[in-house]
């Protein structure tokens, strides 16, 4: 049996709308439920894309040895900071496949990051033009320095002997022990003397990474950046006085090869680029309307500057250039300073100081090595200027340690000019240097005060005082020297 019940037509009328109703909702909600799981979908499968495709930096920190050094506080801050925070604790970052605990950096020929061949320090760096690239090429002059047998190597080839190498080493020593806790050295001109000691540092290849010096090169590097940070751009302390630009000029040098061996290392000091764009483009910009570069930065004296300011700082600007940091007008300004320094000849082939003559009336020039050098590594080792300067230099610059003949700053120039040279007049030279220096060592590393106690032909002649920044000035001075075989190659080579 069954029910039979006839509905009424508004009641009909309502179910029907009321099914209607029921089936649109029953649609919308199958849509959005469809919706939702395809973006669940589409979710899941870009997660798994983003995660395949994205590449992670590791930062390696070196495993600290049983009896760790002391590490410096670095402070990290941008180019203008306020006083930088001394509980803020340095780190390397590294973006290398090898650990960065490796005892000592050595390099080849097939060492990612370094070029093969000879090459020298006065062609193209190949280094990339915004100051950050990763494993670069090393310029292959610097490149020699870095491994030790291409440093005997260099050393035999030059005429030296693999002694050498342990009085450097020494020296090396020395400087490190007697580093202050703040990471200079001296008693006063202290951003020059930790420039002076960095650059010892670096033409032995020593860079933060370094087992015996890294400590002690990355202390270096913190003390220059951060007075430059503190002093708004400026190195030396403000007691300098005039003589200012020297400092300047010899620490910029200084960061400025660091930054390239450390670049070329795939090191990322805190604040190193930014200070040394800063330092360097500071040079260029305080030129001497002569050319050179005067005391106080005056760029319109009347004395015009002087060859002794100018050629620190084209060693600097050369070094800048190397960096792969970019400054404005470099080339400009180099040219021009050359220009000063070939009219600091004398006709003789000797250069002198603001004009032609000697400072101080000596008896013979003291910066004949300077301009023949600034010439060589701005280029113009081939030109006539150059040669007839070596002449002058073989027939009137002697070197006696315990004699008058001892200016340790003439020679530290004629060193670097007569070994890029070569051939006869580097072998005539060669012996005045290296014999004295290597003999008159002393047993803890650094060298005694040369001159016998008498008076020597040199002006200023800082080096031979006995208090911490004489001895130390001087021994930074014999330790470039002797690093001279393997610090860059000769242009001519």
């Known amino acids: 049996m069954s029910l039979h019940t006839t509905l009424d037509p508004a009641a009909q009328r309502a179910l029907d709308v009321q099914r209607r109703r029921s089936t649109?909702?029953?649609?919308?909600?199958?849509?959005?439920?469809?919706?939702?799981?395809?973006?669940?979908?589409?979710?899941?499968?870009?997660?798994?894309?983003?995660?395949?495709?994205t590449e992670f930096t590791v930062i390696q920190r070196p495993e600290p040895p049983d009896d760790p050094p002391a590490r410096p506080k670095v402070a990290q801050h941008s180019p203008r900071p306020s006083a930088p925070s001394a509980r803020a604790m340095p780190f390397l970052h590294a973006q290398m496949e090898s650990p960065l605990s490796v005892p000592q950096v050595e390099v080849s020929a097939d060492t990612p990051g370094f070029i093969s061949g000879d090459g020298d320090d006065y062609g193209d760096s190949g280094l990339a033009g915004d100051g950050t690239g990763i494993w670069v090429p090393l310029d292959g002059s610097i490149r020699k320095r870095c491994s030790a047998a291409d440093?005997?190597?260099?050393?035999?080839?030059?005429?030296?002997?693999?002694?050498?190498?342990?009085?450097?080493?020494?020296?090396?020593?020395?400087?490190?022990?007697?580093?202050?806790?703040?990471?200079?050295?001296?008693?006063?001109?202290?951003?020059?003397?930790?420039?002076?000691?960095?650059?010892?540092?670096?033409?032995?290849?020593?860079?933060p990474l370094s087992e015996e010096f890294g400590d002690s090169c990355l202390r270096a590097i913190v003390f220059l950046t951060d007075r430059a940070a503190k002093q708004d751009g400026r190195f030396s302390d403000p007691a300098a006085g005039r003589h200012w630009p020297y400092e300047q000029a010899i620490?910029?040098?200084?960061l400025a090869e660091a930054h390239t061996l450390c670049r070329a290392m795939n090191l990322n000091i805190p604040n190193l680029a930014e200070t040394v764009q800063r330092a360097g483009q500071g040079l260029i910009d305080r030129q001497h309307e002569s050319g050179g570069w005067d005391y106080d930065y005056e760029e319109d004296s009347s004395r015009g500057g002087d060859l002794s300011i100018t050629a620190w700082h084209v060693q600097a600007l050369k070094a800048c250039k190397l960096s792969g940091i970019?400054?404005?007008?470099?080339?400009?300004?180099?040219?021009?300073?050359?220009?000063?320094?070939?009219?600091r000849q004398a006709s003789d082939g000797s250069f002198g100081y603001t004009g032609t003559t000697p400072a101080g009336e000596l008896p013979r020039p003291s910066l004949t090595g300077a301009g023949m050098l600034c010439l060589q590594i701005g280029?113009?080792?081939?030109?006539?200027a150059v040669r007839k300067g070596a002449r002058h230099a073989l027939e009137n610059s002697p070197f006696a340690w315990d004699g008058p003949d001892c200016d340790l700053y003439a020679h530290y120039y004629l060193a670097q000019a007569m070994f890029q040279r070569g051939g006869k007049d580097w072998t005539a030279y060669q012996p005045r240097i290296r014999d004295s220096l290597t003999a008159r060592q002393s047993p803890d590393g650094s060298w005694p005060?040369?001159?016998?106690?008498?008076?020597?032909?040199?002006?200023?002649?800082?080096?031979?005082g006995d208090s911490p920044t004489g001895i130390h000035y001087r021994t930074t001075l014999a330790t470039l020297m002797l690093e001279v075989y393997y610090r860059y190659l000769p242009a001519t080579r």
């Open 24 to 53: 649109a909702a029953s649609i919308v909600i199958s849509l959005l439920g469809v919706t939702l799981i395809a973006l669940v979908l589409a979710f899941i499968a870009l997660k798994a894309i983003v995660v395949d495709s």
């Open 151 to 207: 440093r005997l190597a260099q050393l035999e080839a030059g005429g030296g002997t693999p002694e050498i190498e342990r009085h450097v080493t020494d020296a090396l020593r020395f400087i490190k022990q007697t580093q202050a806790p703040d990471g200079a050295w001296g008693n006063d001109h202290r951003a020059a003397m930790t420039g002076l000691s960095l650059l010892a540092y670096l033409g032995h290849c020593e860079t």
């Open 251 to 254: 620490a910029t040098y200084a």
């Open 326 to 343: 970019d400054f404005r007008n470099l080339s400009r300004c180099l040219k021009r300073s050359l220009d000063y320094v070939e009219a």
């Open 379 to 384: 280029g113009r080792e081939s030109s006539g």
């Open 449 to 464: 005060a040369p001159g016998g106690g008498g008076k020597i032909h040199a002006v200023g002649a800082l080096f031979t």
